[in-house]
């Protein structure tokens, strides 16, 4: 909350320093933008997770779902190998676009990262980790 509680005439040296502009919007005026991410920080939350490993799996059905979720709800990089299902029979495709599918769904809540990484190779990634 801005200033709701500031008596009249109190000047307050922070707004005098940044030089903020106030509209006549009151406690509805836009927020001033966020600080950069600070590095120590990200650093200190990176070593909370203690360990992160690379898991991969070749994936084979909808049975292997399960392992990519939990992998990723540990934090942990999984690689996963489509070459036995991408080998371009239209019904192993549609099973493989179903599978990816799948994983997307049930790690959107996690924030996870799909990518290709070549015709073999898809890379599922915790929200920590920057392509």
């Known amino acids: 909350m801005r ?5 009249r005439g109190e000047k307050n040296p922070k707004l005098e320093s940044k030089n903020l502009v106030q509209s006549g919007l009151g406690i509805f005026s ?6 950069e ?3 120590i920080h990200e650093y200190t939350r990176l ?3 203690e360990q992160i490993f690379v898991r991969s799996k070749s994936l084979e059905s909808l049975d292997d779902v399960p392992f990519v979720v939990d992998q990723i709800r540990n934090g942990n990089i999984v690689l996963l190998d489509i070459s ?3 080998d371009g029979r239209d019904q192993t495709h549609l099973e493989l676009k179903r599978i990816i599918e799948r994983i997307r769904g049930e790690t959107r809540s ?3 990262d799909l990518a290709l990484v ?4 898809v890379i599922v990634t915790p929200p920590f980790v920057k392509f």
């Open 3 to 7: 200033y709701l509680f500031r008596r």
């Open 84 to 86: 036995r299902l991408n």
């Open 30 to 35: 836009p927020v001033p933008d966020a600080p």
């Open 118 to 121: 070549n015709d073999n190779c």
């Open 37 to 39: 991410s600070d590095p």
């Open 47 to 49: 070593a909370e997770l």
């Open 110 to 112: 996690y924030r996870a």
